[in-house]
């Protein structure tokens, strides 16, 4: 026991804790001596409804095993509420785990703005909301952890999930925005795509797959980043599911390098092409390329050579 990580005396929000990963996200930082807030709407997978049970269920659970948990209702777009719930409880927020989310799966086509709006609301300006309340008391106290929830989706793309990429891959800019602003207060914060079977997969995914992917097997890795010995681990981006955990970083290709003048015609970079595509020496990057410096060079380049090259071979 004595080698487990711990979080007593912290308060830990979770948003969308009344199932699925949440939950065990929940019931796990219960576990381990926190204050849990356990934060559920309680509608359907589709943002239908509202209800208390989900929420209740989870905190009595949470209570039955000699942890400490409260319970919030509110929607994550009213995120000052559920923080608030943690201050007026515990007196402190010391962990955010940003994870409700909802889907409404529809081709491009058949999209309703309606369908575009829901999505944007709970996953953009629910993390928004939830981190703005709990910024302030982060600060103060110079301690904070951030878990933001995106998903392969968001990073790879969805036939049928347009609105659900958006708002993911959303979460991946805003925490490493919130990764550069909170650093200098201690204020640490990841992104993770996940896999779990819950009932959001539990339709698309077979059964002995789903088996194998159990929310338990996500919660380790936001332990280790929710933890105050993660001193350092900030602004990263972690699959996570069935027992598999890796980073992903951007890969930049080599590039091409033309000369900024009139001769920057659409057939000079196509002439190009192959540069622009050549990872055979990629860098890593983590903040854009330095365009002074590109810029000096490209001008040093003579003249794009005229012609017209109208493919790309
Ligand atoms: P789930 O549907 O079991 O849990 C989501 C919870 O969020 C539900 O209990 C729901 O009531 C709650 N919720 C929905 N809208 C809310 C709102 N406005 N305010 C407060 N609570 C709200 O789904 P699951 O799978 O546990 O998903 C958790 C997170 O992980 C979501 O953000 C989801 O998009 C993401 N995710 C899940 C994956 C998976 O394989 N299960 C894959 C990639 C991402």
Redesign the pocket.
């Known amino acids: 026991m004595g080698d487990q990580l711990r979080f007593d005396g912290q308060t830990v929000v979770v948003?969308?804790?009344?199932?699925?990963?949440?939950?065990a996200y929940a019931t796990f930082f219960g576990s381990r001596g926190a204050n849990v807030v356990v934060?559920?709407?309680?509608?359907s997978?589709k943002?239908e409804g509202k209800s208390s049970k989900?929420a209740d269920v989870v905190v009595d659970e949470i209570k039955a095993t000699g942890g400490k948990a409260v319970a919030n209702y509110?929607?994550?777009?009213d995120g000052d509420k559920i923080i608030q719930t943690a201050i007026q409880a515990f007196g402190r927020i010391d962990v955010l785990i940003n994870?409700?989310?909802?889907?409404r799966d529809i081709s491009f086509k058949n999209m309703k703005d309606g369908d575009w709006d829901l999505i944007m609301?709970?996953?953009v300006r629910?993390a928004y909301k939830c981190a703005r309340a709990a910024w302030p008391h982060f600060r103060k106290q110079k301690y904070g952890r951030v878990i933001s929830?995106?998903?392969?989706?968001g990073l790879f793309g969805s036939f049928g999930q347009c609105n659900?990429s958006a708002a993911?891959l959303s979460q991946v800019g805003f925490t490493e925005s919130l990764a550069k602003e909170g650093f200098k207060y201690n204020i640490l914060c990841n992104t993770i795509?996940?896999?779990?079977?819950?009932?959001?997969?539990q339709t698309v995914m077979p059964p002995d797959v789903l088996e194998n992917?159990k929310?338990d097997w996500v919660v380790p890795l936001v332990a280790v980043l929710a933890h105050s010995s993660n001193t350092s681990e900030t602004g990263g981006i972690f699959e996570v599911?069935g027992g598999h955990v890796a980073k992903l970083r951007w890969e930049r290709a080599k590039g091409a390098l033309l000369r900024a003048d009139s001769s920057l015609t659409p057939s000079a970079i196509l002439a190009k092409w192959d540069g622009v595509n050549d990872f055979s020496e990629p860098s890593y990057p983590t903040g854009p390329a330095n365009f002074m410096e590109l810029l000096e060079d490209a001008q040093k380049l003579p003249s794009n050579p005229a012609g017209e090259k109208l493919d790309f071979k």
């Open positions: 948003t969308g804790a009344g199932g699925g990963l949440g939950k934060n559920d709407l309680g509608g997978f943002g989900a509110d929607s994550v777009t994870n409700a989310g909802i889907l609301d709970v996953h629910g929830t995106a998903s392969a989706a659900y993911k795509a996940p896999i779990a079977a819950s009932r959001m997969t992917l929310p599911g």
